[in-house]
Nanobody
Framework: QVQLTESGGGLVQAGDSLSLSCAASGRTDSLLQISWFRQAPGKDREFVARHNWSGGYRVAADSVRTRFTISKDDGKNVVVLHMSGLKPEDTAVYYC????????????WGQGTQVTVSS
């Protein structure tokens, strides 16, 4: 079983930068990819970015493509979402999720971390 632990959320001002970390533990050898999602109050969950566990491939949603990047620290089994030029509309609970070998969707989710951007 894989466990995910998120950290790095908080209250920032518009234009600031913030990085969110997702640390994977347990059966990390079963991981195929880790992604970040976010959910704002009253809105559906939105895909943000994905990092393949071994291939280094990265995808970011159109709404954040020019401002967010995603990276992976192989030595620490951590995937980091780097956010810059934050806007109030980026306010949401951010979740990381894992797709493991043999799974058909994101089977493992972190507890979520709140990001609040003030104007």
């Amino acid at each position: 079983q894989v466990q995910l632990t998120e950290s790095g959320g908080g209250l920032v001002q518009a234009g600031d930068s913030l990085s969110l970390s997702c640390a994977a533990s347990g059966r990390t050898d079963s991981l195929l990819q880790i992604s970040w999602f976010r959910q704002a109050p009253g809105k559906d969950r939105e895909f943000v970015a994905r990092h393949n566990w071994s291939g280094g491939y990265r995808v970011a949603a159109d709404s954040v493509r020019t401002r967010f990047t995603i990276s992976k620290d192989d030595g620490k089994n951590v995937v980091v979402l780097h956010m810059s030029g934050l806007k109030p509309e980026d306010t949401a609970v951010y979740y990381c999720a894992a797709w493991v070998r043999g799974g058909q969707t994101y089977d493992v989710w972190g507890q979520g971390t709140q990001v609040t951007v003030s104007s």
